[in-house]
Structure formats: C-alpha cells, structure tokens
C-alpha cells in the first residue's frame, strides 16, 4: 500500500487534530513529537520524539514523505532551505515561511505588496522610539519583539521610550531578536481569514470570522462575523487571497485582521496584524461548522489534491475555547456536557492542567446566534469546572 506520506513538526494540537481528516483520507501522518505524552503523540502511530532545531530528526521525519508541513513555525530556515535543496517538498517553503516567523520581514512585504497594516517601524534604540511615539495620537504604541511571540507574548502597550529598554538591549545582543513599534489601532473588532492554497495555485477562504480575545488570547470565534459590511467582507476576503498568493503560501494561511472605522459615510475597513502559516485557532469551527475542515484543507494543499469546498453547514457556528480548569482530568465533565447539550461538539487536546492553557475547545452551530453563543459557553465553562 503506497499511501501518500505527510510529515508534521510539532505535536501540539494542531497536529492532534489533523489525524481524523488523514484517516478518512488514508494519508499517513508522520509527526515529530517533543514529548511521547504529548498532544499528538497520544493519538499518531508514527510519533518519532524531537526538537524542530535538530537536523537529524527532522531530516529523518522527512525521508520517503510526500510534503514536509508544520503545526508551528518554530523551524530554522537554513534547514528548511537544505531539506528543499534535497529534494523534500516543504510547504510552506522557507521563503513564504519566513514572514510567519519574523515580523519585520512580514511587515516589510506586505507593505510593498501594497496589504493593509498599522504604521509601523523598526527601532534600534530609544530615540527611534521616542520618535515613532511622537507621531502618534495619545502618544501610545504598541511595541513587539520580531520573533517568537504568540498569544500576547513579546507584545507591550508603552507610552514612553523608555519602557521597551530591555528589549532594545537584548536586540543589541549578537544573537538579539529584533524589535518593532506599531501605531496602537483604534479597532472595533478583531476578523480573521482562513484561506488555503494548493502548489498549482487554487485558492479557497472560509467566510471571514470575528475572533473574541481575551488577555491577549483567542476565547471564542463566531463564524461568520456578524453585522459585517459586505464591503469590508470583499475587502478582508481579498486581502487574504493577496497574502496567500504574493507570499507563495502553500497550504492553510490564517490572516488576523483589525477592523477599524473608515471615513464618514465608508464601511469599516481592516490592517493586517497577524500571519499565520498553518492551520489555526480561528478555523477550529471548521471542524463541525465547514463542508471542509481546515485541517482536511491543509493536507489536501500540501499534497497538491483539489481542495475542498469551505461553505458553511450551518447559518452560525461559535467556537468557544478552553482555557484553564479547575478540573485536573477534563473528560470528568464530559457527562454533564452530553447531559446539557447533546448538540455541543467537544475537542480536548489531552494536555495537562495549567492556567490559561489552551485545553480544548467546543463547537455550537445553529440558527440563532444568541442561542448558539450561549450554549458554547455554558460547554466550555463546565469543562473549565464552573457551575452553571
């Protein structure tokens, strides 16, 4: 049997949750894993444990594979560029890669792709940002290290120079990580865009969906965005489709968009904030709430198969993450979910207890949006071990 071979670095959830699109596919997941309790390694057969820095494994994890993918960005281009020398069909390749992994360099394309984002700048010092601050309205900004934040990490709110002096001492290190400032977004709301390409360039997006945070992480997804602006719909869905397309993204891109008021009598418009290379957060409705899921979509892009359709099965679909409990095993609320709402779809991700970890999730569709937030909620807060 030569079924078709997908090797994924990461065992988070994300790579846990590609395993039933694989099986009903027949395609064979191969997945490196950083722990054998991990995540993904509890449900994937062929769960070879590593780091996504070590060029033995992942080398190792690549041989005989039909693509090379990620369930994070956290891999050294230089290897992915030696693995791509050598014949392995990585994708996202390092070049499109690369502007998931570094924000300058994101920024940097897709202001010369013509993309909406915040005005934004790269600082070296606190006279660059002492500069940028005073340009802008309330005097406040919002400054990031380039690399390797996620989920409101290496992101600070400063009003004042001098509040970023460690991060600019530390980018001065020989191996620092860059930092840059962003005007802070008067926003409304906070979109995302789910779009998949495939190598010979179909392209497919998810309706554009509204992401809820709190404390700087996703808490729920309304899918679609309600009271949304067709105008600002065409525009968020294009925008989407011209990242994909001008990075070479092959496989699930994950746009997350600010909306933001436009001029009197315009619809509202939307800046780019984040990229996201991989299957994400905002698409988990997709697993109950899509024909296609964004996890089927993402192995079916990088194997090059045509990809499938991404309508919606339901007029609404709420996704309501998990984050943190008071239980120590999860599954212990498991009855009083199926008992409060047998139409409540549960995904845990097998992971250990901690606060504000990212647990699982919960999935609600139907007509009434309303009904269907409120039942999204009352799931994941019994799984958080709340009483109702």
């Not at 069909?89 to 897709?110: E, N, S």
């Not at 992480?217 to 397309?245: F, I, K, M, W, Y």
């Not at 409705?285 to 990809?307: K, N």
Request: aromatic share 4%; hydrophobic share 50%.
């Amino acid at each position: 049997m030569n079924a078709p071979l997908v090797a994924v670095v990461g065992g988070g959830q994300l790579a846990r949750m590609m395993v039933p699109a694989a099986t009903a596919l027949g395609i064979h997941l191969r997945v490196l894993v950083e722990s054998p309790t991990g995540s993904a390694a509890q449900v994937v057969v062929d769960a070879p444990v590593g780091e996504a820095s070590d060029e033995a494994a992942i080398t190792a994890l690549a041989q005989g594979a039909d693509a090379l993918t990620f369930e994070h960005e956290h891999v050294p281009n230089a290897l992915l560029d030696r693995l791509v020398a050598a014949g392995v069909a990585v994708r996202p390749d390092a070049a499109a890669l690369v502007h998931a992994q570094d924000k300058i360099v994101m920024r940097r394309r897709l202001t010369a792709l013509g993309v909406p984002c915040p005005r934004w700048a790269p600082v070296a010092s606190r006279e660059d940002l002492a500069a940028f601050l005073a340009d802008q309205p309330g005097g406040a900004a919002v400054v990031k290290t380039a690399r390797g934040g996620y989920d409101g990490k290496g992101v600070r709110v400063v009003s004042s120079s001098d509040e970023a002096d460690d991060w600019l001492a530390a980018a001065a290190l020989p191996d620092g990580v860059p930092v840059l400032v962003e005007e802070k977004v008067p926003y409304t709301r906070e979109l995302a865009v789910l779009v998949a390409r495939r190598p010979s360039g179909e392209v497919r997006t998810w309706p554009v969906v509204e992401s809820v945070q709190r404390d700087g992480v996703c808490a729920e997804v309304v899918a679609p965005a309600p009271d949304l602006a067709d105008a600002t719909r065409d525009e968020a869905l294009d925008v989407a489709v011209r990242v994909a397309e001008g990075l070479g993204v092959v496989g699930v891109l994950a746009v997350e968009l600010f909306e933001v008021p436009g001029g009197p009598g315009e619809a509202p418009r939307v800046l780019v904030n984040e990229l996201a290379m991989r299957p994400h957060n905002s698409g988990h409705w997709t697993i109950d709430g899509s024909v296609t899921s964004q996890f089927e979509q993402h192995l079916r892009a990088v194997l090059d198969l045509p990809l499938g359709d991404p309508a919606p099965r339901a007029r609404w679909t709420v996704m309501a993450n998990v984050l943190g409990s008071t239980l120590p095993d999860l599954t212990a609320a498991l009855p009083l979910v199926a008992a409060l709402d047998p139409g409540a779809k549960v995904q845990l991700y097998g992971k250990d207890v901690r606060p504000g970890r990212k647990l699982g999730h919960v999935n609600v569709s139907g007509d009434d949006l309303d009904e269907v937030r409120a039942r999204a909620l009352a799931a994941a807060a019994l799984l958080r071990g709340e009483t109702l």
